[in-house]
């Protein structure tokens, strides 16, 4: 069945970077986009980014726009989440969900990744 | 930068329905999809293109879309249907979700 399995959680300092894969099984990977969401403890729902995977094409953010990066490995089905000089606020949960756009959603999600940013 | 504005909690009884709203400027004019989020758990999608219900998801669950507002509507409202539940619209190549709505089931 369609699964995407995401990286285990990761603790960093403010100012690094954290790189979040997210390995998808069961379906043809270049069919279906890829979009990135995160989510602060105890709050809401925040889109990060979207990557078409069969051209590359990128859609970000415009809050997180130069500090993440998305791409893929064609070859393994897998996806990668970049996001650059961390602060306390990139403390949360990041998802990945395989998204086919054109309003038909995010149909299957990771389990997420705890990144937490701290000194 | 668009925003898509929920309440933040909606309560009914169990049998009841439930309505949450999503509202946007011309919001109508995108699709929007719901999604349903058990704590501790990841997002679920319930509804996407306004009224398509994804496999699986029941009956009770439908949706409609007009104007500057969405809505979600939960007839016959379970126990199990208590969660957060979010809204999620496109514009302009970017993507947006409301700010969630908690349900509660009383």
Redesign the interface.
């Known amino acids: 069945q369609v699964q995407l399995v995401q990286s285990g959680a990761e603790v960093k300092n403010p100012g690094a970077s954290v790189k979040v894969s997210c390995k998808t099984f069961g379906y043809s990977f270049t069919r279906y986009g890829i979009s990135w969401v995160r989510q602060a403890p105890g709050q809401g729902l925040e889109w990060m980014g979207w990557m078409n995977t069969y051209n590359g094409d990128t859609n970000y953010a415009r809050s997180l726009q130069g500090r993440v990066t998305l791409t893929t490995e064609t070859s393994t089905s897998t996806a990668y989440m970049e996001l650059s000089s961390l602060t306390s606020d990139d403390t949360a949960v990041y998802y990945c969900a395989r998204d086919q756009s054109s309003g038909w959603g995010l149909d299957t999600w990771g389990q997420g990744t705890l990144v937490t940013v701290s000194s | ?1 668009y925003e898509l504005t929920q309440p933040p909690s909606v309560s009914v009884s169990p049998g009841q329905t439930a309505r949450i709203t999503c509202s946007g400027d011309r919001l109508g004019d ?4 719901w ?1 349903q ?1 058990r704590p501790g758990q ?4 319930v ?4 009224i398509k219900r ?1 496999s699986g998801i029941p009956e009770r669950f439908s949706g409609s879309n007009s104007g500057n507002t969405a809505t979600l509507t939960i007839s016959g409202t379970q126990a199990m249907d208590e969660a ?1 539940y ?1 809204c ?1 619209a ?1 514009d302009s ?8 709505t908690m349900l509660t089931v009383l």
């Open positions: 930068s995108k699709y929007v999809c999604y989020q990841s997002p679920l999608l509804m996407y293109q306004d994804p957060d979010f999620q496109w190549s970017t993507s947006v979700f409301g700010g969630g």
